[in-house]
């Protein structure tokens, strides 16, 4: 229990520091962050948490994360699904305390609300196929950087700094194309919010492609390292 409250807490993190720089901060006039500030609230929610929970849960706050891990023979499949529920009403949570944030501010419109998509969703008009590919790849690199930097032959104490660097990347390059999943929980917690039911129809996609990504990663890292 103590790790799936671990995990609820994480992602609660992750969705109000990273979605709610996207909704608060980013088009702020004339001193908004930008894509540039969106993707390093992204990362630095996963280096705050990897050393605040990290000896608790694991730090996954993601399922694919937890999928990819399972995959790599570095988790228990039995704590799986309740980490995954953990996860996704974790960032459910967050992007409610967001929503209560935002709402009352005068004027606000709610809009995409940082939700994920493509086509006419994406913020450069990508689409599902560019989407599709861009989930599976970032996702993929995502749990390949993840295993290796916390392989038992890593530097230790430096894993959280490496996978909050590698999810801001993945940001700075896929921000344009689908607003950036790589996580099902947070995808899952936006569209919940999203104005039109858009984000709801377009969902699976977010579900489907880390998910995928996730596994490759897990079978190409165990087939080069097969030692934790």
Request: proline share 4%.
């Amino acid at each position: 229990m103590k790790k799936l409250v671990a995990e609820f807490i994480g992602t609660f993190w992750l969705v109000l520091g990273g979605c709610g720089s996207a909704v608060l901060a980013a088009g702020f006039p004339e001193l908004g962050i930008g894509f540039a500030g969106v993707s390093l609230a992204f990362g630095l929610t996963v280096v705050t948490m990897a050393y605040a929970i990290g000896h608790i849960s694991g730090c996954h706050l993601n399922p694919a994360v937890s999928i990819g891990l399972w995959m790599g023979g570095r988790f228990d499949i039995k704590d799986l699904i309740p980490y995954i529920v953990a996860q996704v009403l974790g960032g459910i949570a967050g992007a409610g305390i967001l929503f209560l944030i935002a709402t009352n501010q005068a004027n606000f419109e709610i809009g995409g609300f940082a939700a994920n998509g493509y086509g006419e969703h994406s913020p450069g008009g990508f689409n599902m196929t560019a989407a599709l590919v861009t989930e599976v790849v970032m996702t993929f690199i995502f749990l390949f950087v993840i295993l290796g930097a916390t392989h038992s032959k890593a530097p230790k104490y430096l894993a959280g700094l490496a996978i909050g660097l590698c999810l801001t990347l993945i940001h700075l390059i896929s921000i344009p194309v689908t607003n950036t999943s790589v996580n099902p929980a947070r995808s899952t917690s936006q569209a919940l919010f999203a104005d039109g039911g858009w984000a709801m129809g377009q969902l699976w996609l977010f579900w489907v492609a880390p998910i995928v990504g996730a596994i490759l990663a897990g079978i190409v890292y165990k087939y080069l390292s097969p030692d934790n």
